[in-house]
């Protein structure tokens, strides 16, 4: 591959932000790639901050952790209010009410499927 600028001259890298191949003498090196002139190097910059925000995010790489995602969080509150609406509705009434039940039922298994699916793709939000 050829310098974009210098055709003359190999590629060393591609620019970070436009994907063109640049030379050692064009070259502006950053600590997480290269960039083929101040105003690519400010757009590589971008990109570069937004990968790292979205890996910690995302709990990614170095930023993983084994705590639940927030959604298996909100299901399973839901699945508590629910299922303790039964249990009182059956306390205080004596009998068991279908369709609170119901709905604590389903809370349960859609926070299975949220737990699962989480653990499956691996993301943390």
């Known amino acids: 591959m050829q310098c974009f600028e210098h055709r003359a001259n190999a590629a060393v890298g591609l620019c970070r932000a436009c994907g063109r191949g640049v030379c050692p ?58 299922c303790s609406t039964a249990g009182y509705v059956y306390v205080a009434k004596g009998r068991l009410d279908y369709v609170t039940t119901a709905m604590a039922v389903v809370f349960l298994i859609i926070t299975f499927i949220v737990y699962r699916a989480s653990k499956k793709t691996g993301i943390q939000c």
């Open 25 to 82: 003498e064009c070259a502006i090196a950053f600590p997480k790639g290269l960039a083929c002139c101040s105003a690519c190097e400010a757009d590589a910059k971008e990109l570069i901050e937004m990968n790292e925000r979205a890996k910690k995010l995302y709990g990614i790489g170095q930023y993983h952790s084994n705590k639940l995602a927030s959604g298996v969080i909100v299901w399973l509150l839901l699945s508590a209010v629910m």
